[in-house]
């Protein structure tokens, strides 16, 4: 499917996240990315072959970090 040099990691690999953008809608909340990856606002993923990856999200208020 990439047609990048050098490619970008499939959608079975660790780093699928870093693929290059091919659609970007924030106002719908999600981003399709050069390996067949849909790449939601809230961190979730679906992945071409269906397989749905959960949001990552802190457990709880207390873990998350800010700026100071």
Not at 14 to 27: F, N, T
Not at 38 to 44: I, K, M, Y
């Amino acid at each position: 499917m990439c047609q990048h040099q050098p490619l970008c990691p499939s959608a079975e690999s660790a780093d699928r996240e870093s693929a290059r953008l091919v659609a970007h809608h924030p106002e719908q909340g999600w981003s399709l990315l050069c390996n067949g990856v849909l790449l939601f606002e809230d961190t979730g993923e679906l992945l071409p072959d269906g397989r749905i990856i959960a949001p990552r999200r802190p457990l709880d208020g207390a873990q998350v970090m800010t700026a100071a």
